[in-house]
């Protein structure tokens, strides 16, 4: 099993940043991939950006060019990066992890995007 906690979110105004972290620990050398997911309220889930352990990163449409993804395999770790924030990119974000096709979720930190 993987046990993920994020840590970064919060409040910030449109046009600012800020940065998402998770710490993986537990069976961390099986790790296939991890990345971050996001929940907005009454929408489903949604894939925001991935890093697999080839290390070819995928970016939601919506976040290209805004957000970047990365991941420190020595330290177990994924970072998120988020520019140019919008309204729109309000949610709760979830760390993801896939293990043995098996995926886990952290608790989720809230981003808050005010206009």
């Known amino acids: 099993q993987v046990q993920l906690v994020e840590s970064g979110g919060g409040l910030v105004q449109a046009g600012g940043s800020l940065r998402l972290s998770c710490a993986a620990s537990?069976?961390?050398?099986?790790?296939?991939?991890m990345g971050w997911y996001r929940q907005a309220p009454g929408k489903q889930r949604e894939l925001v950006a991935i890093?697999?352990?080839?290390?070819?990163?995928d970016y939601a449409d919506s976040v290209k060019g805004r957000f970047t993804i990365s991941r420190d395999n020595s330290k177990s770790t994924v970072s998120l990066q988020m520019s140019s924030l919008k309204p729109e990119d309000t949610a709760v974000y979830y760390c993801?992890?896939?293990?043995?096709?098996?995926?886990?979720w952290g608790r989720g930190t809230q981003v808050t995007v005010s206009s």
């Open positions: 537990g069976a961390i050398s099986s790790i296939n991939s």
């Open positions: 890093v697999p352990n080839s290390g070819r990163t």
């Open positions: 993801y992890a896939l293990l043995r096709d098996i995926p886990y």
